[in-house]
Structures are given as structure tokens and as C-alpha cells.
């Protein structure tokens, strides 16, 4: 009994300690969105140097417009925007309106890449060209077929006065049919076919998940952050790499799979809030140099091809080794509509994606990374659960105790001591206090995402049953030991349909849904 006291006593002090941290961890979060958000405020605006006032009255002139007169803009470097895609859903062409509707004002080329041709993608996009058409948007390029896989198509604009015109860079959107992969993940496949297609002239290239939903501004901040020297470690320099992460928005409706995905990301959304750099990368979102893909920097390019699975950890353990700086600016954050048809079969399938990742690598260097990582998570979530798990049961012994069991005095000298439950109440004290933090993060994210202009965001956040997040966040973080055994356990795992199997950290693709 004495050694259980003595465990139940470490797990209860562990726990405090684990969700002490996360309440000062996301409260750090909120603020530094906080902060993000009154940088806007005094600038009067949520565009950069980069973007290009749209909706702005022709008739004033260009010298009043706050981004300043012709002479003080920044030269506007050539973007190419990967976008792998797989499959068309419901939301999709409206994530892909919001991607091709940017005030960047340099050129933009938008490159949309499916496995092949037989894919709803394809199909898709097909579908959005002749809408875009039909509002007088777009039109192809040198007779080519519009929305067929290869035709170039030029996005159109309101006409602006020809002081204004001269600042805007010319838009073009086409679909690539990469082929299946052999010797990678497939959407690794299609980023790097995209982005080794775009024009060599290409100064940046952003790769992007179709499921995301960017706002006019998003590429204008990027490209800011990655032309700015930052001070780190004592050495001025840019960004290798510039991202940012999602904001998971479920709906008064969503299922509770929906919250489990979201507890995971609440989470990882901590270390995407620092304002300006990151330690970590998300691949949904990440802008690097062509150059760096063309020239194989830190040899990325040959990991990527050869069994690579993971695009972003490969990309934060190669920066993490060569000390190079990963820009993650606080505009740089993206509401995501959560699928409302999401299983928990579906969930699981995702949790052990995202550990999966975790026993691939690229050397040494990123093994010993991503298994530090494996580590971490596994304890931490085994800790904190059992602790609460432990907790419970004894206070629910307590009051058991006291209602049904002890009809003296004396019989109260058999409960437990007061000290450890003390600890057990403080316990779920604090864990009541770190969602509390996780909720002002997400406020305080929800308005920052609506100053950059996506203005519904902010209310989907008042709709988020944070009950439903405490017990997901328990059920989640329960289950993520087993799932790290099963990872372990298995050497196979299935992604949008595909099946791989990994060896000695690299990838290689089994078979493909038809």
C-alpha cells in the first residue's frame, strides 16, 4: 500500500506539473495572437508591403493608399503555389476560390497536381474553370481546353486605374497529372513535380493543402517573412523556410471525431504562436526558395525522393541541424472546417498517421529527432491520463467511503491522507485550468483570424462545446500509447487510399486504391 501511495503521489505531482505547464503554454499562445493582433490594429491594416488593395476606389490616388507611393514598395518576387490535391469535396472549391483570390501584387502561378487523370480533382477543377469562366475570371491560355490537365489559365481581374494595374503581377492556374509514386509518399510525389514544373524565373514556392482556406493577405505575409533578416543565435539572416498552422473549427453539429482531431492540434498549435520563427513545421502550409529544391539544399530534394514520407519533419530536422531559421509569422494561421462525416474509424486511421511519421526519418539526426518526439508524447500521454484516471478513482472512493462506509469517528482513521487528496483535487484543478488557457487561446486566435478576414471564424469559436473538448482531450491522449505501440508494431499504414510500408525510416508504396 505504501509503494501505490508513493506511485499515486509521483503521478499526481507529474500531472500538476504537465498541466500547470500547458496552462502557462497556451496563455503564452494567446498572447503573443494578442499581440499579433494589435500590430494590425496600429497599422490600420492587415496587408503587408506585398499585397495590393483590390477594392480600393480607383478614382483616389495611389500616393494616399497606405501601403505607400510607388517608389517605397518592395520588389515583388515570382510565387509559384503547389497545391497536391486528391479527391473533390464539398469544400474544396471553395478552398481553391479563397487560394486564387490573393492581393499579392508580384506574379503568381498556381499549380494544382493530381496522381492522375482518372481522380475527382481532375474533374473538379475542370468544373471550377467553367464557373470562373462563366463570371468572367478566367479564360485558357493559347487555345488550350479549359480545365483539361496541362492548359494554362489566366485569372482575371477588376480593372484598376493604370497606376495600380502596374503593380499587380500577372495570375495563371493549371493542373499537372504527376503519376503514381514509387519510392515515396505520394503527395511528396506531387510537390515536387509541381514545383521542379514551375518557371525557373520562380523566386518562391509555396505548397499548400487544398483543404485549407488562406486569406488575401496569406501570400504577401509569407514572402515578407522570408525576405526579412530575423536575429537568431546571435546571426542576422532569412528564413530557409516560411509556414504557419490551422485553426480546427468543428460546428454545432460536428462529431465527436471531429474533437478528437481537434484536441491534437490544440496542442501543436502552441508552438506555431511564437510571432515570428518556429522550431517546428507544418507541411499544410510552407514556403521555401526553388532554388534550394533545384540545387538538392541539404540534400531535401534526395530525401524527399528516396523514402521519404513526412515533407515537413524532414524539412524541420534538416533546419534544426544546419541551424537555418523557419519563419512562422502570427498572420499565418488558417480556420479549417473540420469534416463533418469523419468516423472514429477515420480518427484512428489519422492518429496513427501522425505517429507513424514519427519512425520515419531521413538520417540520423532526424531519427534521433522524431523518436525523441515519439518518446515525449507516448509518456506524457501516459502520465497524465493514468494520473487522472488514479485521481478519480480515489476521490470516488473518498466520497463512497464517507457516504456509504463510516457511520463513526473512528472509522475515519482509515481514509486516505489529507495530502494526497489534496493533490487528487488539484489535479483536476489544474487540468480545468489549462483548457480554460486553451479557450482564451482560441478566442483570442479566433479574432486575430477574423481581423485577417475571414469574418465567421470568430463565431464558429463560440460554438466549440469545451466539454466535449475535456473529454476528448483525455480519450485522445489515452489512447495515443496504444497507438504508439501500434506504430511500432506495424510496419505498414494507409494514407488517402494508399498503402505503405516503411523500413529502416524510408517508405515505399505497396498499392493504390483504383
Known amino acids: 500500500m505504501a509503494s501505490l501511495g508513493t506511485l499515486l503521489f509521483f ?71 503547389v497545391c497536391p490535391v486528391k479527391r473533390f469535396g464539398g469544400e474544396t472549391a471553395r478552398n481553391w476560390r479563397t487560394q486564387m483570390t490573393s492581393e499579392y501584387g508580384g506574379d503568381l502561378e498556381y499549380v494544382f497536381v493530381a496522381e492522375r487523370e482518372a481522380d475527382s480533382a481532375v ?4 468544373a471550377l474553370m467553367r464557373d470562373m469562366q462563366n463570371e468572367g475570371k478566367v479564360e485558357a491560355e493559347k487555345n488550350g481546353e479549359l480545365g483539361a490537365p496541362g492548359t494554362s489559365h489566366v485569372l482575371c481581374r477588376k480593372k484598376k486605374t493604370n497606376t495600380l494595374d502596374a503593380f499587380v ?5 493549371r493542373l499537372l497529372v504527376a503519376g503514381s509514386s514509387t519510392s515515396c509518399s505520394q503527395k511528396i510525389h506531387s510537390m515536387l513535380h509541381g514545383a521542379l514544373a514551375s518557371d525557373e524565373d520562380t523566386t518562391f514556392v509555396l505548397f499548400l493543402d487544398d483543404d485549407i482556406r488562406t486569406h488575401r493577405n496569406t501570400i504577401g505575409v509569407l514572402v515578407r517573412s522570408m525576405t526579412t533578416a530575423l536575429n537568431v543565435k546571435n546571426s542576422k539572416k532569412t528564413p530557409f523556410l ?108 489519422y492518429l496513427r498517421r501522425q505517429l507513424f511519421v514519427m519512425d520515419t526519418y531521413a538520417n540520423e539526426w532526424n531519427r534521433n529527432v522524431n523518436h525523441g518526439m515519439l518518446f515525449v508524447l507516448t509518456y506524457l500521454s501516459l502520465a497524465t491520463t493514468v494520473a487522472l484516471v488514479l485521481c478519480g478513482a480515489h476521490l470516488f472512493l473518498f466520497v463512497a467511503a464517507r457516504v456509504f462506509f463510516f457511520t463513526d469517528e473512528n472509522a ?12 487528487s483535487f488539484a489535479t483536476f484543478f489544474c487540468f480545468a485550468l489549462a483548457l480554460s488557457a486553451a479557450r482564451r487561446m482560441y478566442h483570442d486566435t479566433g479574432k486575430l483570424v477574423a481581423a485577417l478576414g475571414d469574418a465567421d471564424a ?29 506504430t511500432l508494431a506495424s510496419r505498414e499504414v494507409e494514407w488517402a487510399g494508399i498503402r505503405y510500408v516503411k523500413k529502416n525510416g524510408k517508405v515505399t508504396r505497396l498499392e493504390s486504391e483504383r
Open 242 to 349: 516560411t509556414n504557419g498552422f490551422p485553426m480546427d473549427l468543428p460546428s454545432r453539429s460536428s462529431p465527436f471525431a471531429n474533437y478528437l482531431t481537434f484536441v491534437y492540434h490544440l496542442v501543436l498549435l502552441i508552438a506555431f504562436s511564437q510571432g515570428e520563427v518556429a522550431k517546428n513545421v507544418w507541411g499544410g502550409c510552407m514556403m521555401l526558395r526553388r532554388e534550394s529544391l533545384a540545387k538538392d539544399a541539404y540534400g531535401l530534394v534526395t530525401a524527399y525522393k528516396h523514402g521519404g514520407y513526412s515533407d515537413d519533419l524532414i524539412l524541420a530536422s534538416a533546419c534544426d541541424e544546419h541551424d537555418e531559421i523557419v519563419g512562422c509569422p502570427h498572420e499565418a494561421v488558417f480556420p479549417q472546417r473540420l469534416d463533418e462525416t469523419q468516423t472514429l474509424r477515420q480518427w484512428w486511421n
Open 458 to 486: 470568430f463565431e464558429k469559436v463560440l460554438f466549440i462545446d469545451w466539454k466535449k473538448v475535456a473529454l476528448a482531450f483525455f480519450a485522445t491522449y489515452a489512447v495515443v500509447p496504444l497507438a504508439a505501440v501500434a
Open 123 to 126: 474533374a473538379g477543377f475542370a
Open 169 to 173: 503581377g500577372a495570375r495563371r492556374a
Open 412 to 423: 475515519l482513521d482509515v481514509q486516505p491522507p489529507t495530502l494526497s487528496l489534496t493533490l
Open 11 to 81: 503521478l499526481q505531482c507529474q500531472a500538476i506539473f504537465v498541466f500547470s505547464g500547458f496552462f502557462a503554454a497556451w496563455h503564452w499562445a494567446a498572447w503573443r495572437r494578442r499581440v499579433g493582433l494589435r500590430r494590425i490594429e496600429r497599422r490600420g491594416t492587415s496587408r503587408t508591403p506585398y499585397c495590393v488593395d483590390f477594392d480600393r476606389d480607383a478614382t483616389r490616388d495611389d500616393a494616399d493608399v497606405h501601403l505607400g507611393t510607388r517608389s517605397r514598395r518592395p520588389r515583388h518576387p515570382k510565387v509559384a503555389v
